[in-house]
């Protein structure tokens, strides 16, 4: 039977949600790189990180931080990640302004090329005349997002190469995480 993959994104359509400002130290000093928790690989633990709240309201349990989109996690759904993804994520304990509850920054530590271009409803590349010329070849837009399952090993959290917006799951993750009634995630086949 063939696998079914899942993007984890945010339910922005919650209502009353909080919006969380990117991580800081705890002395809030800006940490050096704030993209480095969406990249796909694993980085060494950072200091103790804090994460003010830029607008007030409901603590989801899944959402994504600043611009950087550092992907944060309350308790619960670290513990999905941390019994049936071990090898596929990083979780370092955060701070947020004005929470009692424990959460976690989620590090996805692997990244694997298979979205399935001819699947997808459309697909845009950089270019090297683009503004960032680095990201030549990579990603620019994916709508309708499709990934072959025959390039996917063992892997049951995952980042796309080229496109590191979304967090890929399996289908079992997904089930673990809707009957812990994650609230603040959506999920969609892809």
Do not use: H
């Not at 400002?21 to 000093?29: F, I, L, Q, S, T």
């Not at 979205?115 to 409803?121: H, L, V």
């Amino acid at each position: 039977m063939e696998r079914r993959f899942f993007s984890l994104k945010t339910d922005v359509y919650v209502t009353g949600r909080w919006y969380l400002d990117d991580p800081v130290d705890v002395r809030g000093e800006e940490i050096g790189d704030v993209w480095m928790f969406r990249r796909g690989k694993p980085v060494e633990p950072p200091v103790q990180l804090y994460i003010p709240v830029s607008r007030p309201g409901v603590s989801l349990d899944m959402d994504f931080a600043g611009l950087g989109l550092t992907p944060v996690v309350s308790a619960r759904v670290a513990s999905v990640f941390s019994e049936m993804a071990p090898d596929d994520v990083q979780l370092f304990p955060v701070e947020i302004q004005g929470e009692s509850k424990p959460f976690f920054l989620l590090n996805v530590t692997r990244t694997i090329r298979c979205i399935d271009d001819a699947a997808c409803e459309e697909v845009q590349y950089f270019s090297e005349d683009d503004v960032m010329p680095e990201k030549a070849g990579t990603y620019r837009s994916v709508i309708g997002l499709r990934i072959d399952n025959s390039k996917i090993d063992d892997a049951r959290v995952f980042r796309l190469w080229g496109y590191n917006i979304p967090i890929i799951v399996d289908e079992d993750i997904k089930i673990a995480l809707e009957a812990n009634g994650i609230s603040g995630g959506k999920l969609e086949r892809v």
